[in-house]
């Protein structure tokens, strides 16, 4: 029906107003507010590897449980979860803020998972629609739930192949960036490039 169609689109629209960026979790008639506000409250924190290489040298005494974001708190309570979560695993990791609200974080974060993290991050929703800044790809891009995979128990993980190809994308999307600056102020020093 076009017409309701297009009121939607107008509703969205008025939704979203003059903000930078949105994310739209989508479900069937079954996911209610509560259940998407409760999933998305548990998304907000994930682990992801200890980066120990970037404090070496620094002069900070890093604990073994405690990584670079925890110490950066000064919370010793979050320290203590974050050590509770990683204790006596083999993979150690550190507990940091996920904005998942952020298109241009889903960009990165979403191609960069194995379809058991694509589960646990959607949560209830079948799909999640963001429209990340051109350095991302700009556009409207769609991320689906897969089918008959097992979410991943507890807080969403990230491993160091996560890492990688999310680095690898920021290293991209900087090339792009430099790029576009040399096109528009000295186009000259890229002929024949």
Known sequence: ???????????????????????????????????????LRGINR?????EREALAGSGVSVPAEAGEMSLAA????????????VAGRRDRGEVVVFRHADPNVI???????SPEQVVRLMGPAEEVYFAPGEAWGGNIKRGRRP????????????????IEAISASRMLAARRRRVEAFQRSAPHLLQGM
Do not use: C
């Not at 979410?151 to 996560?162: I, S």
């Open 1 to 39: 029906l076009p017409r309701q169609v297009k009121s939607r689109i107008e509703a969205l629209l008025r939704l979203v107003a003059d903000k930078p960026a949105v994310v739209f979790w989508v479900g069937d008639r079954s996911l209610s507010e509560e259940t998407l506000y409760r999933h």
């Open 147 to 162: 089918v008959d995979i097992v979410a991943q128990g507890g807080m969403l993980r990230l491993t160091p192949e996560n």
């Open 74 to 85: 000064g919370d010793a309570q979050e320290e203590a979860l974050a050590a509770a979560d």
């Open 107 to 113: 960009m990165q974060v979403f191609p960069a998972l």
């Open 46 to 50: 994930i682990i992801v590897p200890l």
